[in-house]
């Protein structure tokens, strides 16, 4: 399933956009436990499109959480862009993320009190930068591409879940992050909507460089992906 499509990285650069060593994450105590992430090693190359499939429960959300910064680990080290994630403060990381990783959530996580292009421009907002009319332009033609640009004046609960999901992808992909993290985003979309989306996840990769590693448990998804790794009980099968 492997295809070749990334741009080869810019010399000086590593190729290297992530990488986990011996990731192992253990939820709960004593009965309750759960070993979610077993000892994971994996890099992520700069300007490819990865996939991870794997069974409910093999760790895949998990995996994406600790890869941005968002949960932390028991053991092991995630590097982004050549910085150990371990080695920053809680303000430090979250300035880190902001400025390098995108997400897109299993379950949207769009605030239910701003209009979808609040929510699109709101890490923009969160990093200071100033809304201008090239901004603004810049989220109306996210939402276009995405098909959802008669909607931006909704609120999330008015917006149907395969519309909240691509205002949720809009909205990681407001920032041009480098490193975009996608938990299922084609999860609620119909095929044709599905194809659109992947397409432009998939172009992002080739044509601006950004490296994407999106979760799926749909096969015809991940062929849109240059590399396709397998989970199964916190680990990489
Ligand atoms: N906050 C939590 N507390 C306790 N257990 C958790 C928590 N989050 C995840 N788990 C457990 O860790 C394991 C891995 O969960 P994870 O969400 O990473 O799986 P997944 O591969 O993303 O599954 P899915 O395909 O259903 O989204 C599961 O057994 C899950 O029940
Ligand atoms: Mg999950």
Redesign the pocket.
């Given at each position: 399933m492997t295809r070749t499509l990334g741009n080869p990285p810019p010399a000086g650069r590593s190729m290297l956009a992530a990488g986990v060593r011996g990731l192992t994450k253990t939820?709960?105590r004593g009965e309750a436990q759960?070993h979610?992430l077993r000892g994971i090693d994996l890099d992520l190359r700069r300007g490819r499109f990865t996939a991870i499939m794997?069974p409910?429960?093999?760790?895949?959300?998990?995996?994406m959480h600790c890869l941005a910064g968002l949960d932390q680990a028991d053991g092991g080290t995630v590097t982004v862009a050549g910085t150990d994630l371990g080695s920053l403060d809680d303000d430090a990381l979250t300035v880190f993320r902001r400025e390098h990783v995108g997400f897109v959530f299993?379950s949207f996580n769009l605030l239910p009190m701003l209009t979808a292009a609040q929510n699109i421009l709101l890490p923009l907002e969160l990093g200071g930068a100033r809304i201008d009319d090239a901004t603004t332009a810049r989220a109306h033609a996210l939402a276009e591409t995405l098909g959802v640009a008669d909607r931006l004046g909704h609120r999330p609960a008015e917006l149907s879940g395969g519309q909240q999901q691509r205002v949720a992808i809009a909205r990681a992909l407001i920032t041009r992050p480098a490193l975009l993290f996608a938990d299922e985003p084609t999860g609620n979309l119909d095929s044709t909507t599905s194809a659109e989306v992947l397409e432009h996840l998939r172009r992002s990769v080739r044509e601006l460089g950004q490296t994407v590693v999106m979760?799926t448990?749909d096969r015809d998804a991940a062929g849109y992906a240059d590399d396709v790794v397998t989970?199964q009980d916190g680990r990489i099968a």
């Open positions: 939820y709960g759960v979610a794997g409910s429960g093999s760790g895949k959300s998990t995996l299993q979760v448990h989970m």
